[in-house]
């Protein structure tokens, strides 16, 4: 009890209360930093199936350059349904089951896929464009842009059903699948895009069939979409409210992820003699988001409560929490640096520092520009948990591929 203590000891008693609250706080935090690496572990199974990308190369020189954009559209919009799944299951808008279910359930999965296909037709544009301005003759260049929808299209039609799958049974089970469903989702997404990517990729392998089916599966895909669409736009509103919210931030993070498709694909030749640096790719973008999203985050909740004033200064207070998240990605670099040298039978600086040293750089800078696009959207008067993750995971891709390509050229000259 405290009544009757003293004022120095009760000022001692609520420091020491204090100070056991945030040493709970970020011994918490670190477990979650481990679990999010942890899971991001198994990117590098899609970095496994991404490595066969090098061999399409001389069939399409423009794979490369696609592939860091359709990793972070089609991640946004499996994240915007994981989120919006989550929340309507815990409000009663959509019940827990994927058969006869809420009509606003069936109309977001129609959103999701909607919007993984048009995006996709942007993206393929983009690439093709791209490709263009990096020298590829125009046949070569024009199949981008069927692939591109193919693979971001039928990888949606995918995760759609694992998404709702999961948080179905999550839900079922006493499961929270706001804790659970986006960070197997993210990873789960990964593999599954690249799997159609690079399945994909292989049909322009086979002469006149190959390019036929490859259109079919275009056509088919573009005919659904804007079925769905010309039907839904008018008659739900919150098949538009989906579409109008994401559309826009979409179209701006696009053109931002060619600048790491330009990365990427500059340092091709590069990726053929070590393959290693490919595998870990995936993971490598992941854990950078992964640790700015944890930063914002708690930022976020910071404001909401209080507890940190708007300012860009208060980053002072947080200052020991934002190392404990760097230092706690130390082991997690060193393992994908030997991971990537073990894949590429070869142990020498190109392969050892250049991973370990990106992520020791990209995620100090994340996380600090995390925080900023919380704190300013916060005295905006904006919701900044709209505005990190999207801002924070993309420009994560850009960095941290940028960063990677320019140590590999550093180390490998």
């Not at 011994?27 to 496994?48: N, P, S």
């Amino acid at each position: 009890m405290l009544i009757g203590c003293h004022g120095n000891h009760l000022k001692d008693v609520i420091a020491y209360g204090a100070t056991s609250i945030v040493d709970r706080s970020n011994f918490f935090m670190v477990k979650q930093v481990l679990l999010a690496l942890f899971l991001d572990m198994f990117g590098l199974i899609a970095g496994a199936i991404a490595s066969n990308l090098t061999l399409f190369t001389r069939l399409a020189p423009w794979s490369l350059l696609a592939y860091p954009a359709i990793l972070s559209v089609r991640g946004a919009i499996n994240g915007m349904l994981c989120g919006r799944l989550s929340t309507s299951l815990h409000v009663g808008s959509v019940l827990p089951r994927i058969r006869r279910n809420t009509a606003y359930f069936y109309e977001l999965l129609s959103s999701a896929f909607v919007l993984s296909t048009l995006m996709g037709l942007i993206l393929g544009l983009l690439t093709f464009s791209l490709s263009l301005l990096s020298g590829i003759p125009i046949p070569l260049s024009v199949a981008s842009i069927p692939t591109v929808i193919v693979t971001m299209g039928f990888s949606s039609m995918m995760s759609i059903f694992i998404t709702s799958s999961i948080a179905v049974q999550a839900f079922k089970r006493g499961l929270d699948p706001d804790i659970i469903l986006y960070p197997v989702m993210s990873t789960l997404a990964d593999i599954l895009v690249t799997a159609c990517y690079v399945l994909s990729l292989s049909f322009l392998g086979i002469p006149h069939v190959g390019e036929i089916l490859l259109m079919a599966l275009f056509l088919f895909l573009l005919s659904i979409s804007f079925f769905l669409f010309l039907r839904l736009y008018r008659n739900s509103s919150s098949f538009r409210d989906i579409i109008k919210e994401l559309w826009l931030s979409l179209l701006i993070l696009m053109p931002i992820e060619g600048i790491a498709g330009f990365a990427l694909n500059s340092i091709r030749y590069r990726l053929e003699v070590y393959p290693g640096l490919m595998v870990i790719y995936p993971a490598l973008i992941d854990s950078a988001g992964d640790m700015g999203s944890i930063a914002g985050s708690r930022t976020t909740t910071k404001l909401a409560l209080g507890s940190l004033l708007p300012t860009i200064s208060s980053i002072r207070s947080l200052v020991k929490e934002f190392s404990l998240i760097v230092l706690s990605t130390l082991p997690f670099y060193l393992a994908l640096s030997f991971i990537a040298a073990i894949y590429s039978a070869s142990f020498n600086r190109t392969l050892i520092l250049s991973p370990l040293l990106s992520g020791l750089t990209v995620v100090p800078l994340i996380i600090c520009f995390a925080f900023v696009i919380a704190i300013l959207a916060f005295k905006r008067g904006l919701n900044p948990d709209n505005f990190v993750n999207p801002l924070e995971a993309c420009t994560a891709d850009v960095m941290m591929t940028s960063v990677l390509a320019l140590l590999v050229f550093t180390f490998g000259s």
